[in-house]
């Protein structure tokens, strides 16, 4: 291949390789705008259905809200401020949910703490039965002398009688 | 040693009264979804909007800054709006010269039916559809009818939801005008 005819089939090269490129950039960036989109669709709920969110509801009101979203994500907004328009118009009560403020709080910690102390009780419950069963096992020849005494007393006057008075 | 006895289950009684009280004041207390619609509004800026009306032309909100404005989200297919929609019309014809201005917001309808509707109950104030629902989320709104009074400055004072009376809307007016 001559020089000229060399370069223009690199050019051509360049310019499919670009073009192709791009239009994968494209379809990522595609992509995670439908992910973004429908992460954000799961976080709002529809003001008329309850226990809807506007992903699930088929009222025309949760379409308008989807569009708003796809349309405020393509310009470039994030989805924090996507949510605290809505938030804006309607209220907390139309985030899945609650944020993590406030009174709001409570409902976060709750299960954490609820899910610890009940970790603690359980732990102390099997300590305790564990150590229980200890305590109720035979006791240790060499930790308890009372016993011993006792028995050995009994065992030395029982010989002693046993000597004195023989076997009858 | 008494005391010990009963405090672990005490703690446990109470923590669980607690979260039953939670349960059944969650259960009893149901305001209505409709009920909320608007609510967030109240007392802050009404979004500006352009309606196209059904009679032709547009109808710019911030144009009407200095007077009084009655905002009313309807549709055609609800009940409540028919109930309120002649009493609306004639308020508006009682305060129109009074510099008070009605608009009215048909929202998730059919052109047909919102036109037959109007022409049932003759309406003449400004009416326009809001066919991508910007105005309807704008104002918060979820249930209808619901009814904005926005003041000479442009704040939103106060919302009535479900079918509105003269009597409130000539109370609510006045308040306006004051």
Redesign the interface.
């Known amino acids: 291949m001559n020089k000229p005819g060399l370069i223009l089939l690199s050019l051509l090269g360049l310019i499919i390789f670009g073009l192709s490129s791009y239009g994968c950039a494209s379809v990522e960036q595609l992509h995670s705008l439908d992910e973004q989109a429908q992460e954000i669709y799961g976080s709002l709920m529809c003001?008329?259905?309850?226990g809807q969110t506007i992903d699930q509801s088929q009222s025309?009101?949760s379409t308008?809200?989807r569009?708003?979203v796809r349309e405020k994500l393509e310009q470039g907004e994030t989805r924090e401020e996507i949510l605290q328009f809505?938030?804006?118009?309607?209220?907390e009560?139309v985030l899945a949910a609650p944020v993590k403020s406030g009174f709001n709080l409570i409902v976060w910690i709750t299960p954490v703490l609820v899910i610890f102390i009940g970790g603690i009780v359980l732990w102390v419950i099997i300590r305790r039965r564990v150590r229980g069963e200890t305590f109720t096992g035979l006791p240790s020849p060499t930790t308890d002398d009372s016993y011993d005494d006792k028995y050995r007393n009994q065992l030395e006057k029982d010989l002693k009688d046993f000597e004195e008075r023989g076997f009858r | 040693m008494n005391i010990r006895r009963f405090l672990v289950p005490g703690i446990v009684i109470l923590v669980i009264a607690g979260f039953g009280a939670l349960l059944a004041a969650g259960l009893l207390i149901k305001e209505p979804?409709?009920g909320?619609?608007g609510?967030?509004?109240v007392n802050r800026p009404a979004s500006d909007f352009t309606l196209s009306l059904f009679s032709g032309g547009e109808i710019t909100l911030s144009s009407l800054r200095g007077n009084p404005v009655v905002i009313n989200f309807w549709a055609s297919w609800c009940q409540p709006c028919r109930e309120e929609a002649l009493g609306l019309e004639k308020t508006w014809q009682l305060y129109r010269d009074r510099g008070v201005t009605f608009i009215g917001v048909d929202i998730?309808d059919k052109e047909e039916d919102a036109l037959a509707f109007i022409e049932e109950f003759g309406i003449t104030y400004p009416n326009g559809p809001d066919p991508?629902?910007?105005i309807?989320?704008?104002?918060?709104v979820?249930?209808i009818p619901i009814t904005f009074f926005i003041d000479r400055e442009g704040i939103i004072v106060s919302r009535w939801v479900g079918a509105v009376s003269e009597k409130i809307l000539m109370e609510s007016i006045e308040e306006l005008l004051e």
């Open positions: 003001p008329l259905c309850p025309e009101l308008q809200m569009l708003l809505f938030v804006e118009r309607y209220g009560t | 979804l409709t909320a619609s609510a967030a509004r998730q991508n629902g910007r309807t989320i704008d104002y918060g979820g249930g």
